[in-house]
């Protein structure tokens, strides 16, 4: 992976208090990364930060943008839907991107799961 554009994703994950599914759901998650050219770079199981801390933390690395849009709108992943519900209370996803300039410089996208309008 080329180091200049590869990116970074940093997945926080809490979980619904159904250790079985939230570590099913993890391992499922992390089986798509080949297929979409992603490498698991740091996975802590245990967030040890006080109250409120994400019950895991995946630090996930893709060569390029269609890779991580890839991986995010994965068939298999949009098939999980049911598990990560039962799995998954919240999650907050931030990219490592290296930027350039001053105006390469915004915000990382907020994703929660599952959507508030379910």
């Given amino acids: 992976?080329?180091?200049?554009t590869r990116i970074e994703l940093t997945?926080?994950?809490w979980g619904t208090g159904a250790p079985e599914a939230f570590d099913d759901y993890v391992e499922q998650v992390l089986a798509l990364?080949?297929?979409?050219?992603?490498?698991?770079?740091?996975?802590a199981s245990e967030v040890d930060a006080g109250p409120g801390?994400?019950?895991a933390l995946l630090v996930m690395s893709f060569p390029d943008s269609a890779s991580i849009d890839g991986f995010l709108r994965d068939p298999l992943r949009a098939d999980m839907e049911d598990l990560?519900?039962?799995?998954?209370?919240?999650?907050?996803?931030?990219?490592?991107?290296?930027r350039e300039g001053p105006n390469d410089d915004?915000?990382?996208?907020?994703?929660?799961?599952?959507?508030d309008d379910e």
């Fill in 1 to 4: 992976m080329d180091e200049s």
């Fill in 106 to 115: 915004h915000d990382a996208e907020i994703v929660p799961f599952p959507p």
């Fill in 11 to 13: 997945f926080r994950l």
């Fill in 53 to 55: 801390s994400p019950d």
């Fill in 84 to 98: 990560a519900a039962a799995a998954i209370s919240r999650s907050l996803i931030t990219d490592s991107r290296h």
């Fill in 33 to 43: 990364l080949p297929r979409n050219g992603g490498v698991l770079e740091r996975r």
